[in-house]
């Protein structure tokens, strides 16, 4: 079973940066596509980027384009996600989510397996 644990949330003023982590409890986390996703009050949970094995590719939602940045550490198990000029709008539940499966797309939620628990982000106009 893999577990997943976010942290890093909090409430912030527009404009500030936080940085999420999110740490895997699995020798084979390396092994997996990891993404980031989040869900505001009464909408459905959206992507937000992703990342494969290596490092060597990654993708972002048109939202958070060129504002955040996901990145992890094989050798610590941990995925992060930098997020700059944060917006009110980018108020949600934040999830990480690992993708052990070789089909699906990258951004739908229905194609990863495992989830955190979300950890809340808050923007202040």
């Known amino acids: 079973q893999v577990q997943l644990v976010e942290s890093g949330g909090g409430l912030v003023q527009a404009g500030a940066s936080l940085r999420l982590s999110c740490a895997v409890s699995e020798r084979t986390f390396s092994d997996h596509r990891m993404g980031w996703f989040r869900q505001a009050p009464g909408k459905e949970r959206a992507f937000v980027a992703t990342i494969t094995r290596s490092s060597g590719s990654t993708n972002y939602a048109d939202s958070v384009k060129g504002r955040f940045t996901i990145s992890r550490d094989n050798a610590k198990n941990t995925l992060y996600l930098q997020m700059n000029s944060l917006k009110p709008e980018d108020t949600a539940v934040y999830y990480c989510?690992?993708?052990?499966?070789?089909?699906?797309?990258?951004?739908?939620?229905?194609?990863?397996?495992?989830w955190g628990q979300g950890t809340q982000v808050t923007v202040s106009s």
């Open positions: 989510a690992a993708k052990t499966r070789l089909y699906g797309s990258s951004s739908s939620p229905d194609a990863y397996d495992y």
